[in-house]
């Protein structure tokens, strides 16, 4: 995906408290909740922010291919995304759909995944529903005027998602989509004072250590890899 100034991620992060990033000269608090290592390298591309280690030092919350399950822990997160914090869900076949109503309060529901099996096929099942993405939102948008979506890879695994009449759809999946046209990729909600995203593209970059015994291994790829071009 071609931009102007840094990754999708970093965009989306920062899109959720930009007016307060501005007025500040401080670094700004990410914490980060997932498996991949690939999430954090991106956000490091902007030197004004910085990881903690807990949602109540953060300005902005993401969390990978995991949720809190319902509970404490949960219900925490819910309030801290009302009085103000910021949160970035990227999708992934590990999300409890439970929880991702709850902290949407009941406006973004999973129905169902898009799914490629690993292993020597996998390449194969992927082209079946690979899908071309579109930006859906308003025009004067921050994630419109920054990112060139026009120019945007074609996305792979996801989620099917049912979202409500208050959730914003901002990125979708075209027409063309041989599974299910118009799926969510990138939508945002309110939640009191915070804002959610949801990223609906699952994301790992694979484990090349196969390719460290033979150079016909090498050739095969990552093993678990899933839209690593986005």
Same mark, same amino acid.
């Given at each position: 995906?071609?931009?102007?100034?840094?990754?999708?991620?970093?965009?989306?992060?920062?899109?959720?408290?930009?007016?307060?990033?501005?007025?500040?000269?401080?670094?700004?608090?990410?914490?980060?909740?997932?498996?991949?290592?690939?999430?954090?390298?991106?956000?490091?591309?902007?030197? +004004?922010?910085?990881? =903690?280690?807990?949602? #109540?030092?953060?300005? $902005? &919350?993401?969390?990978?291919?995991?949720?809190?399950? !319902? %509970?404490?822990?949960?219900?925490?997160?819910?309030?801290?995304?009302?009085?103000?914090?910021?949160?970035?869900?990227?999708?992934?076949?590990?999300?409890?759909?439970?929880?991702?109503?709850?902290?949407?309060?009941?406006?973004?529901?999973?129905?169902?995944?898009?799914?490629?099996?690993?292993?020597?096929?996998?390449?194969?099942?992927?082209?079946?529903?690979?899908?071309?993405?579109?930006?859906?939102?308003?025009?004067?948008?921050?994630?419109?005027?920054?990112?060139?979506?026009?120019?945007?890879?074609?996305?792979?695994?996801? +989620?099917?998602?049912? =979202?409500?009449?208050? #959730?914003?759809?901002? $990125? &979708?999946?075209?027409?063309?989509?041989?599974?299910? !046209? %118009?799926?969510?990729?990138?939508?945002?909600?309110?939640?009191?004072?915070?804002?959610?995203?949801?990223?609906?593209?699952?994301?790992?970059?694979?484990?090349?250590?196969?390719?460290?015994?033979?150079?016909?291994?090498?050739?095969?790829?990552?093993?678990?890899?899933?839209?690593?071009?986005?």
């Amino acid at each position: 995906m071609r931009i102007r100034w840094a990754s999708a991620f970093t965009i989306a992060t920062l899109a959720l408290l930009v007016s307060a990033a501005a007025a500040s000269l401080q670094r700004f608090p990410v914490f980060y909740q997932g498996a991949e290592a690939l999430v954090l390298r991106r956000l490091a591309l902007d030197p +004004s922010t910085s990881r =903690v280690d807990h949602p #109540a030092d953060a300005q $902005v &919350a993401i969390f990978q291919d995991e949720l809190p399950t !319902p %509970g404490p822990a949960l219900d925490d997160l819910e309030a801290r995304v009302g009085s103000g914090l910021g949160l970035l869900i990227v999708m992934g076949p590990h999300i409890d759909p439970a929880s991702l109503r709850t902290l949407t309060h009941d406006e973004v529901e999973q129905t169902g995944v898009v799914d490629a099996p690993m292993g020597p096929k996998h390449s194969t099942a992927s082209e079946k529903i690979a899908a071309t993405i579109a930006y859906v939102g308003p025009k004067s948008d921050l994630l419109a005027t920054q990112i060139s979506w026009n120019a945007a890879v074609r996305v792979y695994e996801r +989620s099917l998602l049912a =979202v409500g009449a208050d #959730a914003m759809v901002l $990125v &979708a999946t075209t027409s063309s989509d041989p599974v299910h !046209p %118009g799926t969510p990729i990138l939508t945002r909600i309110k939640v009191g004072r915070g804002t959610v995203y949801i990223l609906n593209v699952w994301l790992s970059e694979g484990n090349l250590e196969a390719g460290e015994h033979g150079y016909r291994q090498m050739l095969l790829g990552a093993r678990g890899l899933r839209n690593y071009d986005f």
